[in-house]
């Protein structure tokens, strides 16, 4: 066969080798390129020894199938280069294709090119002679315009990142290699030796270099089994077919006469160099290719099982830094988290205790944008290259030029970057391992899991700890951290505050829920603003706070709970959109250990304390001690039911007040208390809520003892001013309720009783069923007495009038089914008409 037949033999097996690689390859622009350049190459050496050789069909067909091979290796390398650079095909690599392709179908027809050489012998040698026309200048123009055309894109490449030449430099030595073997081939002293195709075997080995740097081919793929058998067939055939002869001449065997000899002598050969060439190639591959890929492996699968068994964001780091330490020779590691989504990302572990990290990154920073739209690492002296980079503040590129930075990473939570990785250089002229970066992405990978379940676990805690509107600690978890705090200070001082909002329920009332729960928002961040890091906040009801204060004496708890509660009086102040009533709060104070011994008797001290505050007229702080314990202990066993007594009697006071300033208003107090409680009564209710809607009745119209009376007694029409005094005597009914705590229960049908069934009414707007009962029947009552009664401006309807005006209004101003029971009650004389008093 010869060495130029062996070494193109040779050749192939290397092309195949690389062929079964490139099926173990990641595909993309680049791998497939490579596709296209071992093809070329394969048409060319092929062609070439299977010419020589004058394989069928003939040696003829076989040039052709080299010339297309030389022909296309431009075009392959042109892909293969601007698919490594990243930059896009364009038509002039497709245009010289199609030129190429015109010009071997002509070159088949007539050898208008260059003709298919002539087969003669010399000295007994088989030698091909090629008739070299002027014509074949254009063949060598058109590649080497091409090439002229592919070196300036290069060139271009090159000059936008400079970091892309040392990525380049393993091709270009390749392609000049190539060139260099097909131009020494005509040298004499080379003669005969094939050292085109041996150069054509080295040019691909180096892109197969260029690729594994940029991790396109997996190194660890060569030790596969599959690639081993594979590998070790192609080389077991090559070496059998040159053993044979010599097996034959030392065993003296003939097929024809030792046929069955023959076949076991050589299946057993071929066995034995089949098991020794696959075992060399993995011993091979696994000590000298992957054994750092298969330690990197082991290293990483560690790691993912050591993270996988916590769920401590602050030890996965650690671990994550411990890895990558480890692996790589870098300088410093730093990680940066994000608290929370539009926060910057700070400094928050590193690899070494003594390192800075009073340093941030903004959400907003260009490689941060970058890094969480990308899922690989970003090289940081490529990125230097970027329009991302030049969008850059200066500032922030001062930042990370001078730690030094070498990789960044980022670290993902689902779809967001929860925490960017930040690599250091440990010198400033180490080369870029593209190695590492692949390592880089495999930790981050998996460390980027492990953050996402510690997240999901550390925001699983917070919800079951704290609560959802206020974002505070919940009672529960309270009163887990007040007992380990007073296991804590049992040798210094534990104070304790609870903070509970004055007639919530009135405010809710007046502005409803929603407005509510924003007061307590606002109520709690005045707290956590106050209290800061000092100690610990919880709602601990559903309008009351609970602070605790480790190291504060009752002194500064006390100033602290001040100045909470001034800032919660006027909190309402600052409201541009809507006005409303300032809020007050009642708070008690106790600590440990001189006002009580146990968890238990400091919480009953506070509500004690509290307590006392809210019997006391509300809108204060109580400081509990001994001494007050032992003053006061029996005021807080009265009989409830004598306070009530006592607020009967300023009832009676209060429409007493009315009288002597309005004796209209008290006149038309006691007639809707008849009307309503009639009206009550009919409807089937209990004694209680017939009690309820008599007192009600009593003091609905209370707060117009602050109107004055040129208003209460004009006889003409009413200005909007004057009406809008007028309306204000239902707030002002409350502030007046709202300080005898044991009739707080009749809120709900004097703050109601002006509103309107279709919700036009004030003070709230409310409509339908959102109107409480009671208010709804005294809005029925207090509206019939206005219409039966005469005032200094109207004359008092006629029972039928008015009766004809509730009907109509019914379902308008009235619920309409309270109107029909109340007209029934007038049929039937049920309710009779209370006559008008004559005005004095």
């Given at each position: 066969?010869g060495?130029?037949?062996?070494?193109s033999?040779i050749?192939?097996v290397c092309?195949a080798?690389?062929?079964?690689?490139?099926?173990?390859a990641?595909?993309?622009?680049i791998?497939?390129s490579?596709?296209?350049?071992?093809t070329?190459?394969?048409?060319?050496?092929?062609?070439?020894?299977?010419?020589r050789a004058?394989?069928?069909p003939?040696?003829?067909?076989w040039?052709?199938?080299?010339?297309?091979?030389?022909?296309l290796?431009?075009?392959?390398?042109?892909?293969?280069?601007?698919?490594?650079?990243?930059?896009?095909?364009?038509?002039?690599?497709?245009?010289?294709?199609?030129v190429?392709?015109?010009?071997?179908v002509a070159?088949i027809w007539?050898?208008?090119?260059l003709?298919?050489?002539?087969?003669?012998?010399?000295?007994?040698?088989p030698?091909f002679?090629?008739d070299?026309?002027?014509?074949?200048?254009?063949?060598?123009?058109?590649?080497?315009a091409?090439?002229l055309h592919?070196f300036?894109?290069?060139?271009?490449?090159?000059?936008?990142?400079?970091?892309?030449?040392?990525?380049?430099?393993?091709?270009?030595?390749?392609?000049v290699?190539?060139?260099a073997?097909?131009?020494l081939?005509s040298l004499?002293?080379?003669?005969?030796?094939?050292?085109?195709?041996?150069?054509?075997?080295v040019?691909?080995?180096l892109?197969?270099y260029a690729?594994?740097?940029?991790?396109?081919?997996?190194?660890?793929?060569l030790?596969?089994?599959?690639?081993?058998?594979?590998v070790?067939?192609?080389?077991?055939?090559?070496?059998?077919?040159?053993?044979?002869p010599?097996?034959?001449?030392?065993?003296?065997?003939?097929?024809d006469?030792?046929?069955?000899?023959?076949?076991l002598?050589?299946a057993?050969?071929?066995?034995?160099?089949y098991?020794?060439?696959?075992?060399?190639?993995?011993?091979?591959?696994r000590?000298?290719f992957?054994?750092?890929?298969?330690?990197?492996?082991?290293k990483?699968?560690?790691?993912?099982?050591?993270?996988?068994?916590?769920?401590?964001?602050?030890?996965?780091?650690?671990?994550t830094?411990?890895?990558?330490?480890?692996?790589?020779?870098?300088?410093?590691?730093?990680?940066?988290m994000q608290?929370?989504?539009g926060?910057?990302?700070?400094?928050?572990?590193?690899?070494?205790?003594?390192n800075?990290?009073?340093?941030?990154?903004e959400?907003?920073n260009?490689?941060?944008?970058?890094?969480?739209?990308?899922?690989?690492?970003?090289?940081?002296?490529?990125f230097?290259?970027?329009?991302?980079?030049k969008s850059?503040?200066?500032?922030?590129?001062?930042?990370?030029d001078k730690?030094r930075?070498?990789?960044?990473?980022?670290l993902?939570?689902?779809?967001?970057l929860?925490?960017?990785?930040?690599?250091t250089?440990p010198?400033?002229?180490?080369?870029l391992?593209?190695?590492e970066a692949?390592?880089i992405?495999?930790?981050?990978?998996?460390?980027s899991?492990a953050?996402?379940?510690?997240?999901?676990?550390?925001k699983?805690?917070?919800?079951?700890?704290?609560?959802?509107?206020?974002?505070?600690l919940n009672?529960?978890?309270?009163?887990e951290?007040?007992?380990e705090?007073?296991e804590?200070n049992k040798d210094?001082?534990?104070?304790?505050?609870i903070i509970?909002v004055?007639?919530?329920?009135?405010?809710?009332?007046?502005?409803?829920?929603k407005?509510?729960?924003?007061?307590?928002?606002?109520?709690a961040?005045?707290i956590?603003?106050?209290?800061?890091?000092?100690?610990?906040?919880?709602?601990?009801g559903?309008?009351?706070?609970a602070?605790?204060?480790?190291?504060?004496?009752?002194?500064s708890a006390?100033?602290?709970?001040?100045?909470?509660?001034?800032?919660?009086?006027?909190m309402?102040n600052?409201?541009?959109d809507?006005?409303?009533?300032a809020v007050?709060?009642?708070a008690?104070?106790?600590?440990?250990?001189?006002?009580?011994?146990?968890v238990k008797?400091?919480?009953?001290?506070?509500?004690?304390?509290v307590?006392?505050?809210?019997?006391?007229?509300?809108?204060?702080?109580q400081?509990?001690?001994?001494?007050?314990?032992?003053?006061?202990?029996q005021?807080?066993?009265?009989?409830r039911?004598?306070?009530?007594?006592?607020?009967?009697?300023?009832?009676?006071?209060?429409?007493a007040a009315?009288?002597?300033?309005?004796?209209?208003?008290f006149?038309?107090?006691?007639?809707?208390?008849?009307?309503?409680?009639?009206?009550?009564?009919?409807?089937?209710?209990?004694?209680?809520?017939?009690?309820?809607i008599?007192?009600a009745a009593?003091?609905?119209?209370?707060?117009?003892?602050?109107?004055?009376?040129?208003?209460?007694?004009k006889?003409?029409?009413?200005?909007d001013?004057e009406?809008?005094?007028i309306?204000?005597?239902?707030?002002?009914?409350?502030?007046?309720?709202r300080?005898l705590p044991?009739?707080?229960?009749?809120?709900?049908?004097?703050?109601g009783?002006?509103?309107?069934?279709?919700?036009?009414?004030?003070?709230?707007?409310?409509?339908g069923?959102?109107?409480?009962?009671?208010?709804?029947i005294?809005?029925v009552?207090?509206?019939?007495?206005?219409?039966?009664?005469?005032?200094?401006?109207?004359?008092?309807f006629?029972?039928?009038?008015?009766?004809?005006?509730l009907l109509?209004d019914?379902g308008?101003?009235f619920?309409?089914?309270l109107?029909?029971?109340f007209?029934?009650?007038?049929?039937?004389g049920t309710?009779?008409?209370?006559?008008?008093?004559?005005l004095q």
């Amino acid at each position: 066969m010869g060495t130029y037949g062996y070494i193109s033999i040779i050749a192939m097996v290397c092309y195949a080798f690389m062929l079964l690689m490139f099926l173990a390859a990641k595909r993309n622009k680049i791998v497939n390129s490579f596709l296209v350049v071992l093809t070329g190459l394969l048409l060319w050496t092929g062609g070439s020894a299977f010419m020589r050789a004058q394989l069928w069909p003939q040696y003829e067909f076989w040039y052709q199938v080299s010339l297309f091979g030389i022909l296309l290796l431009p075009y392959a390398y042109y892909r293969f280069i601007l698919a490594f650079g990243g930059v896009r095909e364009g038509m002039v690599g497709k245009l010289y294709l199609a030129v190429i392709l015109t010009c071997l179908v002509a070159n088949i027809w007539n050898g208008f090119f260059l003709a298919c050489p002539e087969l003669v012998e010399k000295n007994g040698t088989p030698t091909f002679v090629y008739d070299i026309k002027p014509t074949i200048l254009v063949l060598f123009f058109l590649v080497g315009a091409f090439l002229l055309h592919l070196f300036v894109i290069l060139v271009h490449i090159c000059k936008a990142n400079p970091n892309m030449k040392a990525q380049y430099d393993p091709v270009m030595i390749g392609v000049v290699v190539l060139f260099a073997g097909n131009v020494l081939i005509s040298l004499p002293l080379l003669s005969g030796f094939p050292i085109d195709v041996l150069s054509g075997v080295v040019n691909v080995f180096l892109l197969f270099y260029a690729l594994t740097r940029r991790r396109l081919f997996q190194l660890q793929m060569l030790a596969s089994s599959s690639l081993c058998y594979g590998v070790g067939f192609l080389f077991s055939v090559i070496v059998f077919f040159n053993v044979v002869p010599y097996l034959q001449k030392m065993l003296h065997l003939q097929m024809d006469t030792n046929m069955t000899i023959y076949a076991l002598v050589f299946a057993v050969a071929f066995l034995v160099i089949y098991a020794l060439f696959t075992f060399l190639w993995k011993l091979l591959v696994r000590n000298v290719f992957v054994k750092e890929e298969i330690h990197q492996a082991e290293k990483i699968k560690e790691f993912s099982s050591a993270i996988s068994k916590t769920l401590d964001l602050q030890k996965i780091l650690n671990e994550t830094i411990h890895v990558l330490k480890e692996l790589m020779d870098v300088g410093n590691i730093y990680i940066c988290m994000q608290d929370a989504p539009g926060q910057p990302y700070r400094g928050f572990a590193s690899d070494q205790p003594l390192n800075d990290l009073a340093f941030s990154l903004e959400e907003e920073n260009p490689m941060i944008q970058w890094l969480s739209v990308h899922e690989e690492p970003l090289i940081y002296r490529e990125f230097r290259y970027t329009v991302e980079y030049k969008s850059m503040w200066e500032s922030e590129k001062h930042q990370l030029d001078k730690k030094r930075i070498r990789y960044c990473a980022g670290l993902k939570d689902g779809d967001c970057l929860a925490g960017v990785l930040l690599i250091t250089s440990p010198s400033s002229k180490k080369g870029l391992v593209y190695d590492e970066a692949q390592l880089i992405a495999s930790v981050t990978s998996v460390a980027s899991i492990a953050i996402k379940n510690a997240r999901m676990y550390e925001k699983a805690c917070i919800e079951a700890r704290t609560d959802e509107m206020t974002g505070l600690l919940n009672r529960k978890y309270f009163y887990e951290v007040l007992n380990e705090e007073f296991e804590k200070n049992k040798d210094s001082s534990l104070a304790l505050a609870i903070i509970n909002v004055d007639d919530f329920k009135l405010y809710n009332q007046l502005y409803g829920i929603k407005e509510g729960d924003v007061c307590l928002q606002h109520i709690a961040a005045i707290i956590r603003s106050s209290v800061g890091d000092s100690g610990y906040i919880a709602r601990h009801g559903g309008k009351e706070f609970a602070v605790l204060l480790p190291k504060y004496d009752l002194f500064s708890a006390r100033n602290l709970v001040e100045s909470i509660a001034k800032q919660i009086f006027v909190m309402n102040n600052r409201r541009t959109d809507m006005k409303l009533k300032a809020v007050t709060v009642s708070a008690g104070i106790s600590a440990a250990p001189y006002a009580a011994r146990t968890v238990k008797e400091l919480m009953e001290n506070v509500d004690l304390a509290v307590y006392h505050v809210k019997h006391s007229g509300k809108n204060g702080i109580q400081v509990f001690d001994t001494m007050f314990r032992n003053t006061n202990q029996q005021g807080y066993t009265k009989d409830r039911a004598h306070i009530y007594r006592e607020y009967e009697t300023t009832i009676y006071a209060l429409t007493a007040a009315i009288d002597a300033k309005d004796h209209y208003t008290f006149s038309h107090s006691n007639n809707v208390l008849y009307y309503a409680t009639a009206l009550a009564a009919a409807l089937g209710m209990n004694e209680d809520m017939i009690e309820i809607i008599r007192q009600a009745a009593l003091l609905h119209d209370v707060g117009k003892i602050g109107i004055p009376e040129y208003i209460l007694n004009k006889p003409g029409r009413l200005t909007d001013e004057e009406y809008e005094v007028i309306k204000g005597h239902v707030e002002a009914s409350i502030d007046i309720i709202r300080h005898l705590p044991s009739l707080d229960y009749v809120i709900p049908a004097v703050i109601g009783h002006h509103e309107r069934y279709d919700g036009k009414g004030y003070p709230r707007r409310i409509a339908g069923e959102d109107i409480p009962l009671t208010a709804r029947i005294l809005c029925v009552a207090d509206s019939f007495d206005a219409m039966t009664s005469r005032r200094c401006y109207k004359k008092a309807f006629p029972l039928e009038v008015a009766r004809e005006k509730l009907l109509l209004d019914a379902g308008k101003q009235f619920d309409p089914d309270l109107v029909y029971k109340f007209v029934e009650c007038l049929d039937n004389g049920t309710i009779t008409l209370v006559e008008s008093e004559e005005l004095q």
